[in-house]
């Protein structure tokens, strides 16, 4: 079976302009500065204004796009034909507006019938399929959580089809971790398939499944120039190719909970929890062993909650956030095999131990976190989570 590519891109000419000369603004998660030389150095492109005046002054507005428009507005903003600078522009107006929900899933949806598919079997696609990730952002530098919980999680049955990149907001990413720990990344669709079939695991490597997202990346580069975040922030983990059925996501603001989690819910997911750690009076994209964590989940497609989770609820130890700290990619894996090889018995074995336990529960394999938590740690403690990275390592010397 061949792998699905994505439909052809069509050359719609509904770019997005901003207005020139619009002041800085705060919108509630990064400021939003001054972007109208943007704007002016578009002012000569050769695009229908009709539509593009139309469609900013809908944004100037606060009003929020409709799915049409947000199937325009995907379709030149994968256009390689369109200026990087018209993008940006438009990327600034909306995240000055404010995502919504809606939006959100809307681009998720546009953007994932753009991907690659994987060339599933009809028994590896009726199973429970787990993505565990982090938005990243939160800076706190810790090592990464989620990668050494999927293991965990993959040890024990799971199918986990990670999703993921390289390091952006931090010093290494999924994919630079799993590397140093000798985990193939850059899987094609057919062995992507197969490793998911035979091995539980296997890492998708963003830029390969998404070709489209080069045309739009010299417009995110202008944005992150002017410290503009854009709604390709929230979009990363919801658009695994794999398609996951069920999916634990990290975010580093708990008002981000419920949204991203009614986004998961719009997209067919049918168990999904989306958490955010305290840590102080800062937030982790896990869920945290130094506080209360926020949650939102669903485990049925019209039931929803929101909690709160005590680190105290669990057998943590005594810790502080310099516990959890990592470094590059090579120290990062260095922790992650110790952990999954009963050495370290500390702190951060205990962040796995908690995010791999809410990971077994979303996936349906245990009843509660608390469970999760214990099974997480006979994974560890049996030499099965240390033997599932050994096997998911000789792929590589294949």
Same mark, same amino acid.
């Given at each position: 079976?061949?792998?699905?590519?994505?439909?052809?891109?069509?050359?719609? =000419?509904?770019?997005?302009?901003?207005?020139?000369?619009m002041?800085?603004?705060?919108?509630?998660?990064?400021?939003?500065?001054?972007?109208?030389?943007?704007? $002016?150095r578009?002012?000569?492109?050769?695009?229908?204004?009709?539509?593009?005046?139309?469609?900013?002054?809908?944004?100037? =507005?606060?009003?929020?796009?409709?799915?049409?428009?947000?199937?325009? /507005?995907?379709?030149?903003?994968?256009?390689?034909s369109?200026?990087?600078?018209?993008? /940006?522009?438009?990327?600034?107006?909306?995240?000055?507006?404010?995502?919504?929900?809606?939006?959100?899933?809307?681009?998720?949806?546009?953007?994932?019938?753009?991907?690659?598919?994987?060339?599933?079997?009809?028994?590896?696609?009726?199973?429970?399929m787990?993505?565990?990730?982090?938005?990243?952002?939160?800076?706190?530098?810790?090592?990464?959580?989620?990668?050494?919980?999927?293991?965990?999680?993959a040890?024990?049955?799971?199918?986990?089809?990670k999703?993921?990149?390289?390091?952006?907001? =931090?010093?290494?990413?999924?994919?630079?971790?799993?590397?140093?720990?000798?985990?193939?990344?850059? $899987?094609?669709?057919?062995?992507?398939?197969?490793?998911?079939?035979?091995?539980?695991?296997?890492?998708?490597?963003?830029?390969?499944y998404h070709?489209?997202?080069?045309?739009?990346?010299?417009?995110?580069?202008?944005?992150?120039?002017?410290? #503009?975040?854009?709604?390709?922030?929230?979009?990363?983990?919801?658009?695994?190719?794999?398609?996951?059925?069920?999916?634990?996501?990290?975010?580093?603001?708990p008002?981000?909970?419920?949204?991203m989690?009614?986004?998961?819910?719009?997209?067919?997911?049918?168990?999904?929890?989306?958490? =955010?750690?305290?840590?102080?009076?800062?937030?982790?994209?896990?869920?945290?062993?130094?506080?209360?964590?926020?949650?939102?989940?669903?485990?049925?497609?019209r039931?929803?909650?929101?909690?709160?989770?005590?680190?105290?609820?669990?057998?943590? #130890?005594?810790? #502080?956030?310099?516990? $959890?700290?990592?470094?590059?990619?090579?120290?990062?894996?260095?922790?992650?095999?110790?952990?999954? /090889?009963?050495?370290?018995?500390?702190?951060?074995?205990?962040?796995?131990?908690?995010? /791999?336990?809410?990971?077994?529960?979303?996936?349906?394999?245990?009843?509660?976190?608390?469970?999760?938590?214990?099974?997480?740690?006979? #994974?560890?403690?049996?030499?099965?989570?240390?033997?599932?990275?050994?096997?998911?390592?000789?792929?590589?010397?294949?």
């Amino acid at each position: 079976m061949q792998a699905q590519r994505p439909p052809s891109q069509s050359r719609l =000419s509904a770019t997005l302009l901003r207005r020139a000369g619009m002041r800085a603004v705060d919108d509630g998660f990064f400021e939003v500065r001054e972007a109208g030389d943007l704007a $002016l150095r578009c002012a000569n492109a050769n695009y229908p204004r009709a539509m593009l005046n139309s469609l900013f002054k809908k944004l100037g =507005s606060g009003t929020a796009l409709s799915p049409t428009e947000v199937g325009l /507005a995907v379709a030149d903003l994968t256009d390689e034909s369109v200026p990087a600078a018209i993008k /940006a522009d438009f990327l600034v107006e909306l995240a000055r507006k404010g995502e919504t929900a809606d939006e959100i899933a809307a681009f998720a949806a546009e953007l994932r019938e753009r991907s690659i598919r994987l060339p599933f079997d009809a028994e590896t696609r009726s199973r429970e399929m787990l993505d565990v990730c982090g938005t990243g952002g939160d800076h706190l530098g810790t090592f990464n959580i989620s990668t050494a919980a999927a293991i965990v999680v993959a040890s024990a049955g799971v199918t986990v089809a990670k999703h993921g990149n390289r390091a952006i907001t =931090s010093k290494a990413g999924s994919a630079d971790v799993l590397e140093a720990l000798g985990i193939p990344i850059d $899987l094609k669709p057919e062995a992507a398939a197969q490793a998911l079939k035979e091995h539980h695991f296997a890492f998708l490597f963003a830029p390969h499944y998404h070709p489209a997202f080069k045309h739009i990346v010299p417009a995110r580069k202008l944005c992150a120039e002017r410290g #503009q975040r854009t709604i390709f922030n929230f979009l990363g983990p919801l658009l695994n190719p794999a398609r996951p059925t069920c999916q634990l996501i990290g975010v580093p603001r708990p008002d981000l909970c419920e949204p991203m989690a009614r986004v998961l819910q719009g997209l067919g997911i049918r168990r999904g929890m989306v958490v =955010s750690g305290r840590v102080g009076d800062k937030h982790l994209d896990e869920l945290s062993i130094l506080g209360s964590s926020e949650i939102a989940e669903f485990y049925q497609d019209r039931g929803f909650a929101r909690s709160v989770l005590d680190a105290a609820d669990f057998p943590v #130890q005594p810790a #502080q956030l310099g516990d $959890l700290v990592g470094g590059d990619r090579d120290a990062n894996a260095a922790i992650i095999r110790a952990i999954l /090889a009963g050495e370290d018995r500390g702190p951060k074995r205990d962040a796995v131990l908690l995010n /791999a336990g809410a990971a077994l529960f979303v996936a349906g394999r245990t009843k509660s976190i608390g469970e999760g938590w214990e099974q997480a740690g006979r #994974q560890i403690d049996s030499g099965a989570a240390e033997q599932k990275l050994k096997t998911l390592a000789g792929q590589g010397k294949g």
